[in-house]
């Protein structure tokens, strides 16, 4: 029995496996056919040995029992009458009667059922004849009236077609006019333009002169005064240069003069400040000085002086955001580089150069500074030593692509590892973007250096000094300028500039011809292009190609409709669809009452009509004629006459005469006694097989106990150590791979749901970064190598994992997602998606593009991480619905400044603003003006909701003005009501057009006095008849009203149509 249990419990076991994926069935396999071998010898075992000798103490006790019960069944036999006799009326006797009835209540029922089925069938005949009268137009009371409804909706058919054929004729003639009238209106353009140009050529020699003497010539004079001595008056002037310049040469020798005195007081004195001033100025290059010096320089490198830098270092925070500590972070949440970030970058540069650059320049400036004896030349020349000492040091520094004994990675490096709050020594991936600054830096270091030795040494060369005669430079400037000022002034006289400009027309224009007209009309580039060589005969062909063009299009042919000799159109088809709908009425009365086939054969022929198949089924159930068709009646009648027969008939085989030998029998045959044997019987039988029994059971458990104790043992051992290893196989399974990420997946359920019931985004966001780092974090594990997974020897450590290139796209996909959803939650800004967003989105778009998990996942079951892509890709799509404005945190400047004085001119974002605005105000204004009408108090939209359709059968009543309305405006509107919110606006019961005028109304301006006053006496605010509409509470359309207004008086200004492009 125990053999028995085994095997059926292996068997279920092998089931199982069956049950599991293919990678846990290969790792299974192995320790579970272990178990079922050992179980199965153990079986054998016990069939072979034990059974046997079992088997044959069972026939011994057996054969002894038989002999003992032989003896007292004969002696009991006769105890059995009284059991069968209850038995016999209770189990035969009994059921047959009941049968008896059962079979007359069944022949009544049969009976009954054919009359009904007759009655069916009937009433699916009646159904049919009423189908064929529907479809028949000839035959009853009501279809003529309805095939006349038909013809009515034809004939309204017909009549629209009409109408299209006339509408297509007037458009044609219209059409024609039109374009005659414009042949007729390029002629007077022609004969305009060449008049106009003449005139407009005469004017411009006028005005140029105009503009010569009253704008250029007296300025010219002035200048001309100004510069030297008059050349009319032949006197000096106190405002004239050349007077001016004489005073100032003299006053140049005086001062000259005084700043070389040693004395110490007056100018003097303050040369000996310069002095003293530069040589403590020069003591700052020694070494702690100098340190702080290229600290500073390094400073003002980082402080938006070098754009390249700063768009690194903001990349680095960027890409490792999460990583830097806030106290290199700026408190509003952008990447804005910190005052304490730049002086971390410049303390650990300095640091670096120390030793190889910056102490070599104190050994060589020191000694020079002491030698320096309080001269300027000597302190600028120690200073500019020791800029060339470290631009040449720096030099030698790129060049080696180190600072110090340090890479510039290395640098970074050590920068990255004090601002980030993780301890880890593996790179970010953004490194490289800080060690890229800090090459730049030591580049604008470098250049910084240069160029302050190179000005240095150019103060300190003073060989050309000597040279420079500036007084002789000027005077001899002085006269020549005076020659182009007498050929401007000849060059300005009216004759000479008037045909000097009239050449110049006639070049650029074409030169005059006669009536007025320009001769030469090739000049006029942009004209011949529209009239060909001076003719307006092209044009002309080209507006009445347009005539013919049109007339071509509406040939009735071209387009399909050809109307008879009455006007009529259509007719043809509209015939045709009637023959159509005849043919079909044809072929469904076809279907209907097809005699195909006849009554006589065994089946019904396929191709019988619907109505000659329920007359044959009518048939068919008749007795009488020809109901014997398809046989079904003969065959219902045979099987009732056998039920009748079986009731009815007298022989032996009649139910009757069973009932009455088994009575008969039940009280003659059996002996009186039969149940005293039986109890006797049963009694004796009892005891012996009990002792039998417990005799059977102790010899078997001694022979099980002596035999197999030992081989059970030796199974139970094998079964513990498989058990052991298929618990750690199973273990291990779901602790990794696609098992433990569904186990991860499952545990995060309700966070999904924390993030689909968030009713803000900040909570949404903390929700949804939680739940994406779990799973990415999982994944980075599984796809790193080598992992704790492979097989070890016995006393060696586990192997660490490492970053595998599929690990490094996780990596940076995790980093991108935890860089947006924080900027999502820790920013504190007026607008929840701002520039910073759409640039963070866009770095999680580029890194999922590389993002491929079927390339690393188990080769069994990819879909489950494409399944995450794809869910990541979604996220993405989603947020890429946010609108973010082109000048989010931009900060615009409105007027322009010379100095720090603002002026009245605009700058460009200003001009941009103001023109949207323009643009805007006429669109406002009308939208808003009919939005206000419409949904006030009864107004049409007040009752109305934000959708496009009523749910309501009439398609005339079933259109939404107030949804059609905001649709036209652009917005995505719910299609209905009642169904799915499907748009951007709220679709809700209780909000109606009335709920929008009550919100379009609630702000005023009543609080702001100028204001007010200006509107209340605003032209905008008198009605037809010239009285106020309003005295107080001017809402948004007020004020909207009032500025459009003074929209037109601008125009009106300015001679310009309101919607002109000027």
């Not at 009236?145 to 054929?165: N, Y």
């Not at 159930?621 to 009646?633: I, K, N």
């Not at 660490?800 to 940076?812: D, E, N, W």
């Amino acid at each position: 029995m125990m053999a028995t249990k085994m095997a059926a419990d292996v068997n279920q076991s092998k089931e199982a496996l069956k049950q599991l994926d293919n990678n846990a069935q290969n790792m299974l396999t192995p320790p579970l056919n272990s178990i079922h071998q050992a179980v199965d010898a153990f079986t054998k075992s016990a069939e072979n040995n034990d059974l046997q000798v079992l088997n044959t103490t069972v026939r011994e006790q057996l054969a002894n029992l038989k002999t003992l019960l032989e003896g007292e069944v004969a002696a009991r036999v006769n105890e059995m009458a009284t059991n069968i006799d209850n038995a016999f009326e209770k189990k035969i006797h009994g059921p047959l009667k009941q049968i008896n009835s059962e079979l007359g209540r069944v022949k009544v029922a049969l009976e009954g059922w054919i009359s009904k089925a007759k009655k069916v069938v009937k009433a699916a005949m009646n159904k049919c004849n009423e189908i064929i009268k529907k479809l028949d137009g000839t035959t009853g009371t009501d279809d003529p009236e309805k095939r006349k409804a038909v013809e009515i909706a034809a004939e309204a058919l017909r009549a629209k077609a009409q109408k299209l054929f006339d509408a297509a004729d007037s458009v044609k003639n219209e059409i024609g006019s039109w374009v005659g009238n414009a042949t007729g209106k390029v002629g007077d353009l022609d004969l305009a333009l060449r008049k106009d140009l003449y005139d407009i050529k005469n004017s411009i020699k006028e005005s140029m002169w105009d503009y010569i003497t009253v704008d250029i010539l007296p300025q010219f004079n002035v200048v001309k005064d100004k510069v030297g001595e008059n050349e009319t008056r032949k006197t000096k002037d106190a405002g004239n240069i050349n007077h001016n310049w004489e005073e100032l040469k003299k006053k140049i020798t005086e001062y000259s003069n005084d700043i070389y005195k040693h004395e110490m007081n007056g100018v003097s004195g303050h040369i000996a400040r310069i002095i003293t001033n530069m040589g403590t100025y020069a003591g700052k290059f020694t070494e702690e000085g100098f340190k702080a010096t290229v600290k500073e320089w390094i400073i003002n490198i980082v402080n938006d002086e070098n754009e390249y830098v700063n768009d690194k270092l903001q990349k680095y925070l960027e890409n490792n955001y999460g990583q830097v500590s806030h106290t290199y972070k700026n408190a509003d949440g952008t990447n804005d580089i910190t005052d304490t970030f730049r002086n971390l970058i410049a303390q650990v540069i300095v640091q670096k150069l120390q030793n190889e650059v910056i102490k070599d320049i104190d050994r060589m400036v020191t000694p020079l500074l002491e030698a320096a004896d309080d001269k300027i030349n000597q302190y600028l020349q120690a200073v500019q030593m020791g800029c060339d000492q470290l631009a040449g040091g720096l030099e030698g520094v790129i060049e080696a692509k180190r600072v110090a004994q340090m890479s510039y990675d290395d640098v970074a490096g050590e920068i990255e590892t004090i601002i980030t709050t993780s301890k880890n020594t593996v790179p970010s991936l953004a490194r490289s973007h800080l060690a890229e600054a800090v090459r730049r830096i030591m580049i604008a270091l470098t250049l910084i250096a240069r160029h302050t030795g190179n000005e240095l040494k150019r103060i300190l060369d003073t060989s050309n000094l000597d040279e420079l005669t500036l007084g002789a430079a000027i005077t001899q400037a002085l006269k020549d300028i005076k020659k182009p000022i007498q050929d401007l002034n000849d060059a300005f006289e009216q004759q000479q500039c008037q045909r000097q400009v009239g050449t110049r027309l006639d070049t650029e224009i074409g030169r005059d011809g006669t009536a007025g007209k320009i001769f030469d009309l090739g000049k006029l580039t942009t004209f011949a292009k529209h009239n060909g060589k001076g003719s307006k005969k092209d044009l002309e062909d080209a507006i009445n190609n347009i005539r013919t063009i049109v007339q071509e299009a509406l040939e009735w042919s071209k387009i399909g409709i050809k109307p008879d000799q009455t006007g009529r159109i259509l007719q043809a088809e509209l015939q045709h669809v009637s023959t159509e709908l005849g043919k079909f009425a044809d072929a469904v009365k076809g279907l209907v009452q097809n005699p195909a086939g006849t009554a006589s054969s065994n089946a019904p022929d396929q191709g019988r009509g619907v109505q000659k198949l329920l007359d044959d089924l009518q048939k068919i159930l008749d007795r009488q004629g020809s109901g014997y068709m398809y046989t079904l009646p003969q065959a219902l009648e045979d099987v009732k006459n056998e039920i009748v027969a079986i009731l009815d008939k007298t022989d032996k085989a009649n139910l009757a005469y069973i009932l009455a030998e088994a009575t008969t029998f039940h009280t003659t045959t059996i002996p009186t006694k039969a149940n005293e044997t039986l109890k006797a019987i049963n009694n004796y039988v009892a005891d012996a097989i009990r002792r039998t029994t417990e005799h059977i059971k102790n010899k078997a458990q001694g022979l099980y106990a002596a035999r197999k104790q030992m081989e059970l043992a030796t199974l139970k051992s094998i079964v513990n150590e498989q058990k052991s290893k298929i618990q750690n196989i199973i273990k291990k399974d779901n602790a990794s791979g696609i098992k433990c990420l569904l186990s991860i997946i499952d545990g995060n359920h309700e966070t999904l749901s924390q993030i689909s019931d968030a009713h803000d985004t900040k909570t949404a966001a903390v929700n949804a970064k939680w739940y994406v780092e779990t799973l990415t974090k999982y994944i980075n594990e599984q796809v790193k190598s080598p992992s704790n997974d492979l097989p070890k020897s016995k006393g060696t450590q586990p192997v660490t994992s490492q970053t595998t290139p599929s690990s490094q796209l996780v990596t940076r996909l995790q980093s991108r997602t935890y860089a947006l959803l924080t900027h999502l939650h820790d920013n504190n800004r007026p607008f929840t998606f701002d520039s910073k967003f759409r640039s963070l989105l866009h770095d999680l778009t580029s890194a999922l593009s590389t993002f491929n998990p079927a390339a690393f996942a188990n080769p069994h079951h990819p879909q489950l991480l494409d399944a995450l892509k794809a869910g990541m890709k979604g996220l993405v799509k989603e947020m890429e619905k946010a609108y973010v404005n082109r000048y989010d945190s931009r900060k615009i400047k409105w007027e322009e400044l010379k100095g720090k004085q603002a002026t009245d001119e605009l700058t460009d974002d200003a001009t941009r603003c103001a023109k949207v605005f323009m643009s805007c105000l006429p669109m406002l204004l009308n939208d808003l003006s009919k939005v206000k009408e419409r949904c006030g108090h009864k107004g049409e939209w007040s009752t109305k909701h934000l959708h496009i359709d009523h749910e309501v059968q009439d398609a005339r009543k079933r259109k939404n003005p107030l949804g059609t309305f905001f649709r036209d405006c652009g917005y995505n509107v719910p299609t209905s009501q009642t169904s799915k919110q499907d748009g951007e606006l709220r679709c809700k019961y209780e909000l109606k057009g009335s709920d929008i005028y009550a919100k379009l109304v609630e702000h005023t301006i009543d609080g702001v006095p100028d204001i007010l006053k200006h509107i209340t006496d605003c032209e905008s605010n008198y009605d037809e008849h010239g009285k106020k509409k309003k005295e107080s509470t001017f809402d948004v359309v007020d004020l909207l009203s009032w500025l459009h207004t003074h929209f037109h008086d601008y125009y009106t200004g300015l001679s310009l149509r309101p919607f002109s492009r000027q």
